[in-house]
């Protein structure tokens, strides 16, 4: 019943979303223009002046977006200096990395926007001023909004803002906010045709749009509607794990298609790990005398024998989107308007892995059945003459694993398709009151997406264990498999019997409304006194279904389970802004602003954040600003309610060959007293160890203080003296700290402590099989860690008087990172990291990063050139080496073809013009592939 009672409740309100979007006023109704000279900006509910908007804001229009010749916005905004990483095309996670801590799944076919580096978890994404629903990919319940499920066609500009905003948005706005400012008004049809493609004709880009609006037409209705189809091709990675390398080193994978084979020879006792001389041989030869002398087909594992799992991989990843929207409003009289608007938006993506590494053992770390299955003597593949025991029925394992790489199955393939609707209704309205104008807003939000994937490449564990038993157990369908003949000896009846196609869902719905009003209250010598007021209410749903195979715990993949969860928050707010001087000398204006928010959460419990600032014009070219905030982010869906699963951390254990490596008779000592064998004979097996993650239902939510000083000159001089049509220079210093950070300790961090300190929080964290093998490290999320962002951003406009038929155009903006640090507990205290200047998991941290465009334009021709700069880092995990500094220069020409009444414009351009490769690093994100796109646009209005 009481689900019931919850679908109708979404159910009709929908229905009044539907409702309210049916304008239907009288004729002759004259439209409610809001006041002109003030808006509301983005970070502010007061409206104001743009021209004294106090808050470090970045503002990218349409021609921003196309002159980057990006075909996403998530694409275009990872290229500002102040995003710190995030999912984007370039990432094909899905099955590499398993699922990350956060609950939130793989993100496969996901961009997401990272500000400070502070996660994309901490970056608020809005459209029009409005919450925007978290993504879905079918992998888990993600904790941030996937940019892809915004249609490209509806952009009018982009807001960023570089500073904490809880007080006014409430939860995840704690490093900055995305608003998304749509198409409103819009005269006539307007159309574009975009394609491009990368050297040699790889990884071809399309995006076709067009819009319709009738321009308001005079009328008391102003509609705009259009759609978009974008399609991006796939591009094969190349290479080997280590970049440069030629042949396969320690960083490929142990799990090979000719198979690997950790087991004690029943003849001396001694462990042996082999794998095929050659293949295949459907019956290979074993004498325990001579393990790998000329009677056996088997030879000692080397690391040349190791798999390269790479070439199978995506290095861009490729996707179809379908988007639509539609904006209106509608005046209804008595300075009351209606505002509706419907997005729509459909992915189709996909990610590839190499095959399937099956491991079998005690050793293995699945944390399935795979761990405990056993090898019978009687399986007519194995060449062994014993039963591999696991050491699951009373009697003691004799082997350790046994590695075989699936690759008669093909590549692990996962395929998504994620919809996504978003409705929203609003009424606003104005009226006197007091010493002036004041408005007010109420909103209705309501919206769903649904993902699915279904994965080829999986085994049924069940059936596998059941086709290496006892050849007396397989019977009926069953087929018994041979893991010991090396690479094409797997049969298709064999795959037929024990492989299955992997069918996930996951889903995630929001309902949001709001109140909102603002005016001023009264009026001092030097100007209003403003106030904004509101509330806000919110339920968000999420849920992950992963194959009924994979939730009994029988697949051989990533192991998942089903979650689901719901919250709802309670909220007011309350802000004031103050002119205290104005037109007074070295006070040419100086404001106040102070606000509050209260937010009630079902899960995490109430949290009441504060922020004030200043802001001040000591004469007309400068101003200078400051502001104190404190912020909050509630634990996500994901995070909370997260079943537990695996993720393949990459981390070098300390223990490994401790009488070889170098390590100090203290590590020795630790490690022998956590399990490790005192004859030094435990060696790594492969460099991605196994560790369980999972959500926690008693997080809380995360707390933060940030504050930003900075300032703008805008010399006057510039333009009054005809070197300048628009000129200024912004300057801010940030720093953000993030307390109660909801993380998991990194695998690294864990065997580090525990082996150089002995650390009990440490050690307990860490599971090995007798061998000494790390078979499981525990990673569940906590409120453990503090973060720390600190920095430095720069931002230069120039734009020149007419000069001939044109101007000529710069804009820079520059980020100087002077601390990135997380800090985590031990046993003793906490452990302070710094990062800046490194690049460690997948991020580059580097001190520099720049974006700097220089055009010139006329009223038919047009020319960019830009130029982005990434800046060196160091990889304290190889040795220190050195990740050196990249710059990539992109450049695009436009025609306003005259002879077409200049409604058509012909633009060309070329990113990566020289073709720069990106630096050599073991996981870099945000570099670029190492290629030149070239790309085409014809646009029309009529």
């Known amino acids: 019943m009481a689900n019931m009672q919850y679908f109708d409740r979404r159910r009709v309100f929908m229905l009044m979303l539907m409702a309210s979007a049916m304008p239907t006023p009288a004729m002759g109704q004259e439209t ?81 926007i990272d500000i400070r580096y502070l996660g994309s978890r901490r970056t608020l994404v809005l459209v029009d001023g409005m919450r925007f629903i978290n993504g879905a990919a079918a992998s888990g319940i993600p904790g941030a909004v996937d940019l892809n499920a915004i249609p490209d066609s509806m952009v009018e500009r982009i807001d960023v803002l570089r500073d904490g905003a809880s007080t006014i948005y409430g939860s995840d706005a704690v490093a900055g906010v995305v608003n998304i400012i749509t198409k409103t008004r819009q005269k006539g049809f307007i159309g574009s045709a975009y394609v491009g493609t990368w050297g040699s004709g790889r990884g071809t880009t399309q995006n076709y749009q067009v819009n319709w609006g009738n321009g308001g037409s005079g009328g008391p209705v102003s509609l705009v509607a259009g759609g978009n189809f974008v399609k991006q091709d ?78 199978p991989n995506y290095v861009l990843t490729p996707q179809e989107r379908i988007g639509a929207f539609v904006n209106f409003s509608a005046d209804l009289g008595n300075s009351v308007r209606l505002l509706g608007k419907v997005i729509y938006n459909r992915r189709t993506s996909e990610n590839q892995a190499a095959p399937l590494p099956v491991i079998l053992g005690p050793d293995a770390g699945n944390g399935n059945l795979l761990d405990a299955v056993s090898i019978d003597a009687t399986n007519p593949y194995n060449p062994f003459g014993i039963t591999l025991n696991a050491g699951t029925n009373g009697s003691p394992a004799n082997y350790q694993r046994v590695a075989r790489r699936f690759t008669e199955n093909g590549p692990r393939n996962y395929r998504q398709t994620v919809n996504t609707m978003y409705m929203g209704a609003t009424l606003d309205g104005q009226f006197e009151f007091g010493p002036g104008t004041w408005y007010w807003d109420v909103n209705g939000v309501y919206s769903e997406n649904n993902a699915k994937q279904v994965a080829h490449g999986n085994v049924n564990a069940a059936n596998l264990a059941r086709a290496v038993g006892p050849i007396s157990a397989c019977t009926g369908s069953c087929v018994p498999l041979n893991l010991f003949g090396g690479e094409g000896t797997i049969t298709q ?57 994979v939730a009994a715990g029988l697949g051989s993949d990533i192991p998942a389970q089903p979650s689901a969860g719901r919250f709802t928050v309670h909220e007011l707010y309350g802000e004031l802004n103050a002119t205290l001087f104005k037109d007074l000398p070295m006070l040419r204006l100086l404001e106040g602003s102070f606000a509050a928010r209260r937010s009630d959460y079902s899960t995490s419990g109430a949290k009441t954040v504060m922020k004030a600032g200043l802001n001040w014009k000591p004469f007309n070219d400068l101003r200078l600003r400051g502001t104190w905030a404190q912020g909050f982010r509630a634990p996500s869906i994901g995070e909370l309610f997260g079943t537990p699963s ?205 974006l700097a465009t220089l055009d010139w334009k ?55 013009v020289l073709a720069t490769n990106a630096p050599n690093c073991l996981s870099c994100a945000g570099l670029n592939l190492s290629d030149r796109f070239t790309y085409a646009r014809i646009s029309a209005k009529f």
């Open 32 to 112: 409610a223009e809001p006041n002109a000279d003030t808006v509301v900006v983005t970070g502010s509910r007061i409206r104001r002046d743009p021209l004294n908007d106090p808050a470090p804001v970045t503002i990218l229009d349409r021609a921003d977006i196309e002159r980057s010749g990006t075909s996403s916005i998530g694409d275009f905004l990872q290229r500002l200096p102040s995003n710190g990483g995030g999912l984007n095309s370039s990432f094909n996670r899905s099955g590499n990395n398993g699922n990350p801590p956060d609950g939130g799944g793989v993100g496969a076919g996901s961009s997401e």
């Open 234 to 311: 796939k591009i094969f990675a190349s290479g080997f794990p280590t970049p440069g390398a030629t042949s396969c080193d320690s960083n490929c994978s142990g799990t090979t298609p000719n198979g690997r084979f950790i087991f004690t020879n029943p003849l001396t006792g001694k462990t042996l790990a082999l794998t095929l001389k050659s293949n295949p041989i459907a019956s290979p030869r074993f004498d325990p005398a001579d393990p790998t002398g000329a009677n056996s087909d088997f030879k000692a594992f080397t690391n040349s024998d190791r798999y390269n799992y790479v070439p």
């Open 493 to 549: 009846a064999m795959l037929d019997y024990v492989a299955f196609t992997q069918r996930d869902r996951s889903d995630q719905t929001m309902t949001d409304a709001t109140l909102n009003i603002s005016g001023p209250l009264f009026r001092l010598p030097a100007g209003d006194v403003s106030v904004a007021a509101g509330y806000e209410f919110r339920e968000q749903t999420g849920s992950f279904t992963p194959d009924p195979i």
């Open 646 to 850: 695996r993720f393949d951390g990459g981390a070098v254990d300390p223990c490994s060959d401790f009488n070889h490596s170098g390590v100090s008779e203290t590590v020795r000592r630790n490690c022998i007293s956590r399990g490790v064998p005192a004859n030094g004979s435990y060696i790594q097996s492969d460099t991605t160890l196994p560790v369980l993650t999972g959500g926690n239902r008693n997080l809380r939510a995360e707390t933060s203080e940030s504050w930003i000083f900075g300032g703008v000159y805008s010399p006057g001089f510039m333009i009054s003296s005809g070197l300048a049509s628009r000129f200024s220079v912004e300057v801010d210093y940030y720093t953000i700290r993030v307390d109660d950070a909801i993380a998991s300790v990194g695998a690294d961090v864990l065997l580090a402590n525990c082996a150089n300190i002995n650390d009990p929080v440490s050690c307990a964290s860490v599971t090995r099989s007798a061998s000494g093998q790390v078979t499981q490290i525990r990673g569940l999320l906590q409120n453990i860690s503090s973060l720390k962002s600190a920095g430095i951003d720069l931002t230069l406009n120039y734009r020149s008087p007419q000069i001939g038929s044109g101007t000529i155009g710069l804009t820079a903006l520059a980020n100087y990172l002077l601390e990135y640090s997380v800090t985590l507990p031990t046993a003793t205290g906490t452990e302070k990291t710094e990062l800046q200047g490194t690049q460690q998991g997948g991020t580059v941290y580097s001190r520099i990063k720049g």
């Open 858 to 912: 006329s009223r038919d021709y047009s020319v960019a050139v830009i130029a982005r700069y990434l800046g060196s880092a160091r990889e304290p995990g190889f040795n220190n080496s050195n990740v050196p500094a990249v710059t990539y220069l992109d450049a695009q020409i436009g025609w306003n073809l005259p002879f077409a009444n200049r409604n058509f414009t012909l633009s060309l351009g070329m990113n990566n």
